[in-house]
């Protein structure tokens, strides 16, 4: 039989309706797997007495005819969604043993589906990076590196900020994870690990209960091995909820039946925009591999321009920080988390603050804090909003001629960790093709497409319309089927 | 514009994040590198175009004016670095 761990979340269910295990015992499984795959620093916190126990309840849920849509399933929660009577840290020092009284919408809504939780993953301080460097916790470690990833010489970032999740869901340690996108931290990281990651279109699923990063840019989205997963993933988390009034009150349509159904006379746009100055040959290779494999499925392609592509960037490292200003100005040493202690209550904010925000967090707060402040908010912060709407406007005028668009989802196979922390430019310019989607709000999804000459997987992005993901799942499904990507990292749950 | 080490000082106060004197000019560094960056959009004409927030166009939903949620005092506080009495605490403020 195939290993319990090697099974996608759609034939682990099929197993279990069919009683070849129990979810007991899939669960124990993918608990020995992560505790033996500590080498990739991927969990910065366990839950196997907590899996467990939920695992028993699933098996007499279903014994009892009453599982529910993902029953049993063992996944990874990204240490951003607040879980109750588990910590929950941001990655950050500030947090300290902060430890949720409550649970956030999205993470109920898996486990309300039956889903177990293994634990809570690494990721950037705040999912503010692209590598899961600035994680106080240490960062996690590709399992495309090594056999031994964390003794090889040149240890490889799995993507960031959702850092944990791409790599338990590569090494197969958990069958699947959430993330959260605020600039492309689902679809990076998936690209980059080898996975599938869906970022769904703004106000699909509910933010509450998820630390904050950039309101108006932050969705949770599912990582999965497959694109069926992850349809049927999405289709959990997402729905409309009172609780966050940006969440959209739309009927959430049973993305899974889309997968196969096809592309064919599907318009897919190619915006020569993104056809980036110094783009890597390889990456363009494969966008026009991909462009091939979807027009031999019967979709058409066709040519587009997004003219402002080279500005959503810039637009976002305003408009990203200040919020994240303002969102962080909580972080005050007298509700939760740390305290350090100083003079008089400035000076404790001070201290505190000073020392429970690491490097990069500080100088975004900082960033955020200065465009915002008076005389220089019209200069940085409105300009900002203006170029936005602009952005929106050309997918606006795209999508008249076309249903998806085709793009890379990062500019490179994964990187080695360290190697872009000292500079920030050079780490924000790894979501030059994810960006221009969140500032948009819409939908997007990285599917692995190929290895690159160096043995690293590289994935394909598609863009949609906004709330149109099932036209994303069908093109992802038909681009996961034409490129049939089958590639393990050589570091795999024992 | 460009920022100096006194900018810097100035904003982390705004922020109420300390950093060290000796930080200050690096991180100073930072900034411009960046603030140098982001001013590309200069090149871009944004005249008659209305600044966009969010991209949510439907108007926020209302809802009933009536209390839905409330007495979690412990739950509120269970987290808290220093509390007392059912009270958040914090340095003295008033002499």
Known sequence: MTKLTDLSITEALAGLDAKKFSAVELVETHIKAVEAARCLNAFITETPELARKQAKESDARRSAGKAGAMDGIPLAIKDLYCTKGVRTTAASHILGNFTPTYESTVSQKLFDAGCVMLGKVNMDEFAMGSSGGSSYFGPAINPWSGKEPDKVNRKLTPGGSSSGSSAAVASHIAMGATGTDTGG?????????????????????????????????????????????????????????????????????????????????????????????????????????????????????????????????????????????????????????????????????EATRGEGFGKEVRRRILMGTYVLSAGYYDAYYLKAQKVRRKIRNDFEEAFKTCDAILAPSSPGTAFALGEKQDDPIQMYLEDVFTVPLNLAGLPGISVPVGLAQNGLPLGLQLIGRAFDEETLFKAAGALEKAANFNEKPPYMAA | MSIDQKTVARIAHLARVKIPEDEQKQVAKDLNAILDWVAQLDEVDVAGILPLA??????????????????????????????????????????
Not at chain 1, 282 to 309: C, N, V
């Open chain 1, 185 to 349: 931290s689902i679809r990076q990281p998936a690209s980059v690990a080898g996975i599938v990651g869906i970022k769904p279109t703004y106000g699909r699923c509910s933010r509450w209960g998820i630390v904050a990063f950039a309101s108006s840019l932050d969705q949770a989205g599912p990582m999965t091995r497959t694109v069926s997963d992850a349809a049927l993933m999405l289709r959990t988390m997402a729905g409309y909820d009172p609780k966050d009034s940006t969440s959209v009150d739309l009927a959430v349509p049973d993305f899974t039946k889309a997968v196969a159904a096809g592309v064919k006379g599907m318009k897919i746009g190619i915006p020569k925009e993104y056809r980036i100055e110094g783009i890597n040959p390889e990456i363009d290779a494969l966008w026009q591999k991909g462009a091939q494999m979807l027009r031999d499925a019967g979709a058409e392609t066709i040519d587009i321009s997004l003219p402002h592509t080279k500005y959503a960037l810039p637009v976002y490292y305003i408009i990203a920080p200040a919020e994240a200003s303002s969102n962080l100005a909580r972080y005050d040493g007298v509700r939760f988390g740390l305290r350090v202690p100083g003079e008089n209550l400035n000076g404790m904010y």
């Open chain 2, 54 to 95: 969010s991209v949510n166009d439907a108007s926020l939903r209302w809802r009933e004016d009536k209390v839905t949620d409330g007495g979690k005092t412990a739950d509120i506080l269970a987290n808290a670095p220093a509390k007392t009495a059912g009270f958040f605490t914090v340095p003295k403020v008033i002499e």
